[in-house]
């Protein structure tokens, strides 16, 4: 089979580096433009940014010409990790054109017709598709993954829609990957907790949440009707969405119902086998000290969410603690996992 | 007016060193004995354990000789730092023999005739000692402070008894010093997060919480009907202990109402104009992304908690983030403003 | 006697904050002009930037005007901790009009005739002010201070001059506030050393040793026969600058000479007992572990060099640890120290 | 061909857990035999010790009884990673017993007839295994590999020896893991560098790596004659010694010729592909600020010493950066790779 080509806008940054290093030895994908500001134009992408990850740049990248974010020369499929200032109108223009954009950026995600995609939560929002092109206007398509902390929440909650999910509060405590690069000025973060996210994160986790974890009827989505507060800092880790959560269930389930519902949660890519899919999306851990961002992040290539001590909660019903990978299960790898799905189900 | 001597137990540990550090120029008290564990027994205290803190270790101190944990040869006055694997048997002992122990360790916080006190918050609870003797059968007194974490609620929570306080929700994020030395491995949480603090420490926030907001009546502290979940968190911050925390309120104030109630807080030690007291015990912060722990934690001597981001929770009422000095008000900061208290009221 | 008006260029950087913060309780010198980029004019400074330091923002400081970074409405007497990228060009224009520019800038460090003061080691070197005017055709003047890696280095040398300094061999670990805000980010110093800093920090200390170390000749500097070499590196720590010193001396001392000639030395500022002046320039620490940044950048105000673990070296003769503050020592107090010297000489 | 069996001394430790995880899939070796102290004797491994590394406890492993350090049950092959405090008495029993101890010890590094082993620089060193038994009196064997400080300076020089090596001065900036687990307390390095490391390190990075250089001659190994100077200092960073190295090189080479050292730098590992060998040895990086731990450190497995920042020295003649990670090329994979070069030299 062929390798399918993709290309990459906002290749340059922190997610688009993470999307090189993701499609490095992918099966089906395989990078073949590169698309980013006009900074970077024109360079070879080693000579346009410092490769910022641990593992290798791929040699074909390392010398692949960076061009201009617009469409034309690209391939139909193109992963978006476009930082959100820009990548409304960019990612619309390629839409418009005719390419498939696989987006990691905020900004088309609450669309009525676009689908906010976890694949194992949500698969059958694809749908969506069907409508988007002429609710639209658009001759291609954009489909977008959750912020990288809903992806967390969301995932932990999702087994637990069964049981009447009501409320959850959730407080995060986010690794500065998810600020991008430069991102997060060291003095301001070394040995420190920084109390707030800027650009609206609060307000991502408690709308994004409801959009995911709600049904589809009659070709639109219904959001889920929780009630979701939600609090988000900055801590001084690499990798690693952590989430302090708890949840009211109308149906009070014992605890050992709650861990099968999560160490049983599957979907549509274990189901398909895709590349990408981790062979559990939701590991629980039984030491009282787990997980943590050091020891858990990386379990299956940082696409399973890990969880552990659930406790009953004084307030809600239940407490736990939930940990994903913030630039893999929550911006690139998630966008792959995407495109994966709609290879699958014939969608590109 | 002549210094009042005072003994420290625990001396050499982390909290017997912020003990010592901040008794340096105190106008009242004047360390005058040392009491730790056999390891220490017999050496100057500068030859007994490395002084850890950035402030001077004053000479007098550096060169005295460290004793035995027993009663006997300490002065009246006796401030406990002790671990509380050892501080029930040895608190107990000393307050059988006559001495005065303000206390930082949990042991016998819940005691029905100890008062757990926060200066500002329940200066009232000081009667309990009246009783105290007769029921514990001791000659002398204990007097204990909160946990660290606690004491960063407790006080943030108080002014707030007036609006019909019904519950509460909080995820801490505790420095490392609040585990004493040598404490959290480096390989632990340099760079990381560890979601679970030993010890029972969750169980201490929504247990000694409702004792210290509770009332005195006929003689005994009636608990605060507050209902609590804590979730408590280590990071690798040195000094500071956040707690993003959500109420419920009964009588649903406004913001402003919150925020005056906060910042016209005050207590019995600014009356009294006690010596550690700091000018306001609650300063609220309107900056978007405060309080901060290496920003704030040392406001006024570190004996000030610092509130900011009150917001509309949508699952309880509202809610805010809350810091506080761990080492200064939440443990040997907290112990000298009772003995303050004590003094000035003529306890001592 | 009437406070000395000073102004302050650059005051919203960080080393602008640290002389905001440092001069906020200072006997002489008041700050009552505020300068900095176009960005910052016509601003409040609380609203022009930030406050990043843990001490408080005055008041008054906090509600002046910016003003745009040229001569004219500034006092006399200006401190300057402008980026140097801009420095060389505003000070050369305040000092053509007459303003006595005291600069923690590289920029003109290095010209024959601007001193590159260390008031404990070459207070002398302000008598190339008397021929600065005429060489320069400016109406006022420029002291400088060394860059905030050198000023460690050259204190510990200083009193080692007089055994026949010949070579030396130094490697730095540079704290994170000596790159300025926003500095490094986060992702590149987290638990991370980065062997390198930029903007030629290798060959200043290489060559602003050799002046300051000089000697005053005919009205002139000759440099320091002393070779050097550098390695400077960066490392997660936000104050100090570690250095790892080699020396190579002509007349072989004895160990305990060495530490003799630290711990007496002392210059003008200690003899006119200067606000800032600590009162020994150099602390030998005889600890196996010391000096750390964490237990002793901040002796005495951070004025102080601290030094430990003197050692035979199998290639030079000596070698030893050196500690200095870099954003106090090392700049904006060193500056300060630099203008209290010259109020004192009459030079102001 | 059937998996040779290996026992793990110290398996609990911080480099038993190292060897645990690089020989979870080894072509060659299987773990079935681990000892330890008696504080873990007879627990399965997953009770007798948390699990501290991010790469999955392989099942065999979890389940398996730790058993007394003590010979006897265990497997000829028994790579030890005990502490020093007793590696010496329990690994000359086991050699007396006749077991192959492969140590990353420091015990018996210095003795004549062990062979303190770098594949890549002294394979030849092996010879002294025929004179060992007589000389020690052991059935057994005991072969070493170098303090993980040593490894990475001794494999910089290794190449330079062609060039004259007569001096060479080190300050190394070493990571947390290197002082095992609990090791260095959080307190102590979060946000701090420590200017010492205890246990004589400074001694063996000048004593060990003239041994390693040294040439074989007679039976026995003639140190190498370069004068060695070393300062050791802990940074908080999680793997990665990092060291800043200055050289003296009687044959004044240009600097092309000594990266082209590096680079063509090889050995036995590489001729014959055991299965930890890295491509190259040593990788020479052109980046500015390179090697950095966080960007390089995992190199072909960890196996790869990282060289960069070639510059002249103004005291000696050259100096640069080099890196490598200390639990894998400085501990356990040093010592697997020792061990994969004596299974195909026939000594096993």
Redesign the interface.
């Known amino acids: 089979m062929p390798a399918i080509p993709v290309g990459i806008l906002g290749a340059t940054g ?1 997610v688009g580096q993470q999307f090189i290093a993701l499609l490095a030895h992918h099966p089906w994908f395989q990078v073949e433009w590169l698309g980013a500001s006009q900074r970077s134009e024109g360079k070879a992408f080693r000579d346009a940014a ?1 490769w ?3 593992s ?1 740049l791929p040699d074909h990248v390392a010398n692949r010409t960076v061009e201009a974010a617009t469409p034309g020369r690209a391939p139909k499929l193109v992963f978006s990790g476009l930082d959100s200032s820009v990548a409304g109108e960019i990612e619309t223009a390629f839409a418009q054109a005719g390419h498939i954009i696989v987006s990691n950026s905020r900004n088309h995600r609450m669309e009525p017709t676009v689908p906010l995609l976890i694949p194992e939560v949500n698969a059958d929002h694809l749908v969506l598709l069907d409508i988007q092109g002429t609710a639209c206007g658009w001759k291609g398509r954009i489909v977008t993954n959750p912020n990288c902390a809903v992806v967390v929440l969301a995932m932990a909650l999702a087994p637990l829609r069964q049981f009447g999910l009501k ?3 959730v ?1 995060t ?1 986010q690794a ?2 998810g600020a991008g ?16 996210i800027g650009g609206g994160e609060e307000e991502k986790v ?1 709308t994004e949440t409801k959009k995911i974890l709600g049904s589809l009827s009659h070709g639109s989505v219904g959001f889920h009707p929780v ?3 939600a ?1 988000t ?1 900055r ?4 990798h ?1 969405h ?1 989430g ?1 959560i ?1 949840v ?1 269930l109308a149906q009070k389930p014992t605890p050992d119902a709650i861990i099968d519902a999560w160490r049983s949660f599957t979907g549509r890519p274990q189901t398909l086998q895709l590349p990408s899919a981790p062979p559990q999306p939701i590991v629980y851990l039984t ?12 379990r299956d290539g940082g696409m399973t969410i890990s969880v ?2 659930l406790r009953t ?4 019903d239940y ?1 736990f ?1 939930a940990l994903g990978h913030n630039t893999i299960r929550g911006a690139a790898g998630a966008a792959i996992l995407n495109a994966e799905l709609m290879h699958r189900e014939g969608l590109l």
Do not use: F
């Not at 030491?287 to 990386?298: F, G, I, K």
């Open positions: 922190m410092a910022r990850l641990s290798a409320t959850t509060m407080t405590l500065i990957s690069y430069p991102g997060v000025a060291s003095w301001d973060i070394l040995a420190n907790v920084i109390p707030h408690e009630t979701v507060s609090t800092t801590v001084p880790v690499h690693g952590t302090s708890s009211g030491e009282t000290n787990r997980p943590q961002p050091s020891l858990d992040v990386d552990g001590r909660c004084p307030v809600l407490k603690i």
